[in-house]
Each structure stands twice: as C-alpha cells, then as structure tokens.
C-alpha cells in the first residue's frame, strides 16, 4: 500500500523513515522567532504537514468568509482570537489530517487552547509528541519583523535584511507579490509582544510540568535552529 508521504517529491528517505506518521510538534516562541520558517522546512526536508493557524486566517480574511469577517479585526490589530473560534477551526483540521506528522505553528497560544487541544487529540487516541521553544529577545523580533516580507501566493517568507528574494518584490519560487503584514509594524508588533508575554508565555510552563519542553535560541538563525530541532526529534523517538 502507498503510504500519503510517497507523493511529497521533497521528502527525504531518512525522514520518511524517522517519522512516526502521528507525530504532533508544537512550536512555540515569540512572533519573528522564525517558527514559519522552520515549520516550512520541516514540511519540506522531513514531511510534516505545515498548520499556521495565522495562515489559515489569513486566508479567510482574503477569501471573505464568515470566520475571515469574524477574525478580521483580531489579526490586523494584532490581537488573539477568541479561543472558541481557534479550538473550532483546528478540531476541523485535526480531523481531515488525522494520522499524519503535523507541526503546529502559532498554536495554541493560550492555556485554554492548549487544554482543549489535549481533549482533541486525546480524542483521536494521539498525543502532543514534542514542544519545541523557539526564543528570541523582543529588539531582534522588532528588527525582524519590519523587514520581513511574505508572498501573497504561496506564503513563502523572506527578510529584506537577511534573506531578500533574489528580484525585489517577487517570490522567487512563485513569482507572487511580496507585501508587508499589516500586523508587522512597528506598533502592532509591540502590541503583538506583549499579548505573547501575557497570554502565550504561559504555555511555556504549562508543558515543561507535562512533558520535556525543548528550547532553541532563535539567534543562531536558519540552518543552525533547524539542526537543533532535526536533532531534537530524533533523540525523542530513541
Ligand atoms: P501569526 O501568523 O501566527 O503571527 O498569527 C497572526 C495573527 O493571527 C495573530 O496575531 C492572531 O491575531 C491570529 N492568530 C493566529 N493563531 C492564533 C491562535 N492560536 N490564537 C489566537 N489568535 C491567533
């Protein structure tokens, strides 16, 4: 029988071979601490499939539909949606790709959201495989994210200062427009870290008390980070 990661032409033999097709990773660290791009690497490098629940809202902000019209207001300004809304959009999620590795970018980001994430999965008969802290000091989130830039399209990410497309404006793998997030000004970025401090930090204890929560600098940047956390989810499935 084929398994599903036989169509992915990106994954590598090794990864296909690490990987417990259940695996469920959260990511966690502050905005501009570079969990996107990690998560896109391991769904390229080692097959996850890649949940941003930013992403998602995003996108139905730009499709117009009833949750996108709902959210609109919470992600442009840079706060979190409520609870109710998130658990819901993702339980839909949990059960389309049951059984598959599954990295969680930006989710969950309150206690609640990590109780009822539990409950969901609980109720597959999974778990939460491993958490992995992404850290980084606000000054450098701030630098960052005012450079950073995302393809309309495909959602590629790039950063002016240190990892700029190769044509301005354009997504190199796509040829999609390059635009600025709304949420990544200055003063919405402030605001974002603040409502991280406040509402997602948390979380950070939360899991240390239940299982082994991993942390990465989020300062040795790309490649040495995903080092890390290749690293990271071997050794745990020793
Ligand atoms: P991100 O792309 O992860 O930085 O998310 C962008 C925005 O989407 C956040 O600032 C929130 O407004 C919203 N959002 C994304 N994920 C969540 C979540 N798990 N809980 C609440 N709001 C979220």
Redesign the pocket.
Known sequence: MRCWLDSCPKVNRLAYLLLRYEMNVVLLGP?GSG??TQAELMHERLGFVHY???????DHIKRKTPVGYE?KE??????????S??IEV?NAFIAEHVGKPIVY??????IP?AEGFGRVLDGHGLKVDAVVLIDLADDEVIRRLTARRQCRKCKKIYNLTFRPSRKEGICDECGGELYQ?E?DKEETIRR?LD?YREQTEPLIKFYEDKFKLERIAGELGRDKVFEELKRILETGKE
């Open positions: 905005p969990k996107g941003s629940t930013g992403d998602v809202f995003r959210v919470y992600v442009t300004s840079g706060r979190l949606v409520p609870d809304v998130v993702v970018d930006g989710f969950p980001r309150t959201q997030r949420d974002r409502v």
